[in-house]
T-cell receptor
Framework: NAGVTQTPKFQVLKTGQSMTLQCAQD?????MSWYRQDPGMGLRLIHY???????DQGEVPNGYNVSRSTTEDFPLRLLSAAPSQTSVYFC?????????????FGNGTRLTVT | DAKTTQPNSMESNEEEPVHLPCNHS???????IHWYRQLPSQGPEYVIH???SNVNNRMASLAIAEDRKSSTLILHRATLRDAAVYYC???????????????????FGQGTILTVHP
């Protein structure tokens, strides 16, 4: 079982470049979300989606865009990378409302912006 | 937002029980208590969750205080593979309603680094 798959595992960008972090899940989960993890900050929610075509902002959405055209995929786009976006990014999915359903996480994308 | 407080680190010996505490004195009546753990270079992994009653699963037990202001994750026999960062999280219903449902947001704090000695 693949679960939640994130690509790439590592990425180095220069300031101002754009890129898309990919996230795919094969569990037919409705809910998907993106977190970033920084030293001393825990995980913070960036954007989330409660189904195809529906997205909303989390705690730290600035500088990131998302879309959800299919149930399986939830890409995260950085339009103009900044050094402050250097972080480890995790995608997660869950079947039901997350307050009562376990989140399944991918293994992360480590992004460095120089 | 309700927050949790956990010790920064704890140590245990292999095959001994481990009790990981978590304080959440501002918890609301509808907050679920979740525990996740994160091994090095991996994403967080769900461990257990509960609302009011104690919970058991194959990985651990969750003991919730009667006033719900604290909880304890219990690993009955620690193994070296249990060495990880353990997060105690309150799941708050919230966020925009979309399509008739609402998405609860998980706020991860700093967690407890558990070291297991052979």
């Amino acid at each position: 079982n693949a679960g939640v798959t994130q690509t790439p595992k590592f990425q180095v960008l220069k300031t101002g470049q754009s890129m898309t972090l990919q996230c795919a899940q094969d569990m037919n989960h409705e809910y998907m979300s993106w977190y970033r993890q920084d030293p001393g900050m825990g995980l913070r929610l960036i954007h989330y989606s409660v189904g195809a075509g529906i997205t909303d902002q989390g705690e730290v959405p600035n500088g990131y865009n998302v879309s959800r055209s299919t149930t399986e995929d939830f890409p995260l786009r950085l339009l103009s990378a900044a050094p402050s976006q250097t972080s480890v990014y995790f995608c997660a999915s869950t079947q039901g409302a997350a307050y009562n359903s376990p989140l399944h996480f991918g293994n992360g994308t480590r992004l460095t912006v120089t | 937002d309700a927050k949790t407080t956990q010790p920064n680190s704890m140590e245990s010996n292999e095959e001994e029980p481990v009790h990981l505490p978590c304080n959440h004195s501002t918890i609301s009546g509808t907050d679920y208590i979740h525990w996740y753990r994160q091994l090095p270079s991996q994403g967080p992994e769900y461990v257990i969750h509960g609302l009011t009653s104690n919970v058991n699963n194959r990985m651990a037990s969750l003991a919730i205080a009667e006033d719900r202001k604290s909880s304890t994750l219990i690993l009955h026999r620690a193994t070296l593979r249990d060495a990880a960062v353990y997060y105690c999280i309150l799941h708050q219903l919230g966020g925009a309603n979309a399509g008739g449902t609402s998405y609860g947001k998980l706020t991860f704090g700093q967690g407890t680094i558990l070291t297991v000695h052979p």
